[in-house]
């Protein structure tokens, strides 16, 4: 997409052309002309003859003009837990042999380089990095574009350890990031499985355990056990008759014990 400027020295009536494989002779802007400009979509050898001594022999000389692909590489969004630290990524186009390519990032807060395409970055919080990637000494030729790395927060579970009679509801007390995927085991007495805050309705003595997953992010469990006590069964006893004034022992009793 890039054109350059060619200029003939050492004659005059100068006629351009191409050789075989290369552009259209239409790629450049004039084939009579001192100078031209070239603006080839692949690499061109151009032939410029003069035509001013046609007895000398050297009046040719030919210039080739390298055509390399503009550098190109993918938007890759990520995310990553507060605290873990993860690889950046910028693919990009391989440039032609002896050809180097540059990459730049900005800002670098939180980032282990700026200079390469693979950094890696420890974030505490939400951040947009920007990369240019260009061909050395061809400043041109360059891409630019954005990586956004979200920082996910941890989440945490507030129920302690309780005791209740068999079949209490218990509300479950949690905060964590939405992007985080939440599964609970094991599933029995648990309204959903798959939110943070389900309600548990338990049958048994239990432990239940709650993870966060996302891709990034090491996953992350909490838990808490819930002790069931059977429902007590009371009993005051018989009914009984007494006599105005009198007493009378009463017995109550509980099951279990």
Request: glycine residues 6%; contains cysteine; proline residues 8%.
């Amino acid at each position: 997409g890039d054109s350059v400027s060619l200029t003939a020295v050492g004659g005059g009536g100068f006629v351009w052309s191409v050789l075989p494989g290369g552009d259209a002779l239409s790629s450049l802007s004039c084939t009579t002309c001192k100078a031209t400009v070239a603006k080839p979509s692949k690499t061109t050898q151009y032939v410029v003859t003069s035509t001013l001594n046609t007895y000398c022999s050297k009046n040719k000389d030919t210039v080739t003009v390298k055509v390399v692909p503009a550098p190109t590489h993918n938007r890759i969004d990520t995310a990553a837990c507060v605290g873990t630290t993860i690889q950046l990524d910028a693919p990009y186009t391989t440039p032609d042999a002896g050809i180097s390519t540059v990459f730049k990032w900005t800002p670098g807060t939180y980032l282990s380089s700026t200079s390469i395409s693979n950094p890696t970055v420890t974030p505490i919080s939400t951040m947009t990095y920007a990369v240019t990637v260009t061909y050395a000494g061809k400043t041109r030729c360059q891409t630019k574009d954005t990586i956004m790395v979200s920082a996910l927060q941890y989440f945490q579970l507030f129920n302690k350890d309780t005791s209740v009679c068999r079949n209490t509801p218990i509300i479950v007390n949690a905060t964590g990031d939405p992007r985080y995927s939440y599964t609970w085991t094991p599933t029995n007495g648990i309204s959903d499985p798959t939110i943070l805050n389900p309600i548990i309705t338990p049958d048994s003595s239990t432990t239940y355990y709650v993870t966060a997953k996302h891709v990034g992010c090491p996953d992350s469990t909490a838990f808490f056990t819930v002790t069931v006590q059977p429902t007590p069964l009371l009993n005051a006893g018989p009914d009984k008759t007494v006599c105005a004034g009198d007493t009378v022992h009463l017995y109550a009793t509980v099951s279990p014990s």
